[in-house]
C-alpha cells in the first residue's frame, strides 16, 4: 500500500526557516505532480506550491519569494523550503502527489500532515 510520508515540520520563531520533506513509502511505477497544501484552524486547505516531474512549479501568491519547492525524482522526494516564516504561516502542512503505484492505476495520495507552527 502506497502511503505519503512527511517530515520537518516543526516551533520556529518568526523570521526562521523550516524544510519540510515528503516521499512515498511502497511500490510504485511513477509520480506526475507533487505539491504541499496547507490548513490552518478554521480555515479551508489551500495550495502552497506544486512542483512536476519535469521542475516546473507553481506557488500561492503569499508565498512567493519566501517558500521555494523543489524535489528529488531519484528519491521520489518533494521538498519545501520555507524561509522569512510569519505566524500567519502556522498551520498543518499536507503532501499531494499524482502516483501510479505498482500493479494499481493512478490515484492522488495525501501525507498525514505536519504541523508548522510559527511563533512571533
Known amino acids: 500500500q502506497v502511503r505519503l510520508v512527511e517530515s520537518g515540520g516543526g516551533l520556529v520563531q518568526a523570521g526562521g526557516s523550516l524544510r519540510l520533506s515528503c516521499a512515498p513509502s511502497?511500490?510504485?511505477?511513477?509520480?506526475?505532480?507533487m505539491g504541499w497544501y496547507r490548513q490552518a484552524p478554521g480555515k479551508q486547505r489551500e495550495l502552497v506550491a506544486t512542483?512536476?516531474?519535469?521542475?516546473?512549479?507553481e506557488y500561492a501568491d503569499s508565498m512567493k519569494g519566501r517558500f521555494t519547492i523543489s524535489r528529488d525524482n531519484a528519491r521520489n522526494t518533494v521538498y519545501l523550503q520555507m524561509d522569512g516564516l510569519r505566524p500567519e504561516d502556522t498551520a498543518v502542512y499536507y503532501c499531494?502527489?499524482?502516483?501510479?503505484?505498482?500493479?494499481?492505476?493512478?490515484?492522488?495520495?495525501w501525507g498525514q500532515g505536519t504541523q508548522v507552527t510559527v511563533s512571533s
Open positions: 511502497g511500490s510504485i511505477r511513477s509520480i506526475g505532480v
Open positions: 499531494n502527489a499524482a502516483i501510479i503505484p505498482l500493479y494499481r492505476p493512478e490515484n492522488d495520495y
Open positions: 512542483i512536476t516531474s519535469g521542475g516546473s512549479t
